[in-house]
């Protein structure tokens, strides 16, 4: 199998229960912005330091024994096809897809064919009290600070998207949820008040929340991010606020 880079991503909703979930409706875009649904999956509760972002590329052609990693992961196929094994079910991703693995399952990474060389973006929920990793074989692309604005006891759901905005499209935005942007194709223009961000593709973003910003394509090819947001689930009412 040749490998070879996405440009042009059609993203297929993939069913991998209880790892994948396809995703419900989404809120209405501005002119010249769309969004494909990627996965859901429930990430569960927060521990009481909260969770950071592990944001990582790695590139090769990776063939893993048997894993549990003690954070959960998320993978996002770039280039190649990526065969995860878990017991007797195996499921493979190509270009576009994604796949939840929560923390403690047991697991296995492969590449095909065997050998071959492939690009996967991962993110793993980090505990909040952690530091920066040093983990091998891989680029680490973004690591939080500070921990995310979580609540301990509250259910949380991952939800990814890739977002397209066409020359000139813009969006208004203050963000009420942890989220990351990790560019794709293009350059992503980030206004935060008289500040002006450009990001190139392979560049993660950690969005802070509460803080207005526009996002814009001003460039004269279409941009593409993958956007990976946390959404919570109401706590019981005897959850104190």
Known sequence: MKVHRVLAVSLVLSVFSPWVQTVGAQVALPPGVSRRAVLEASLGTPPPVG?????????????????????????????????????????????GQAVFVPAGVEHIHRMLPLGSTGRKFEVYFARGDASRPSPPGVRLLHFSENAMDVRPGVTYTIRVDEVTFLPSARRELTPSLPVINYVLEGTKTRRVGNQVFRHEPGEVIEVPIGTPFVAANEGTTPMRFLEVELVSTPAPPSFPP
């Open 51 to 95: 969770w950071k972002w592990q944001v990582q590329e790695r590139t090769g052609p990776q063939a893993t024994g048997a894993l549990r990693h003690t954070n959960s992961g998320l993978y996002y196929t770039l280039e190649g096809t990526h065969e995860l094994v878990r017991g007797d079910t195996v499921q493979t991703f190509s270009g």
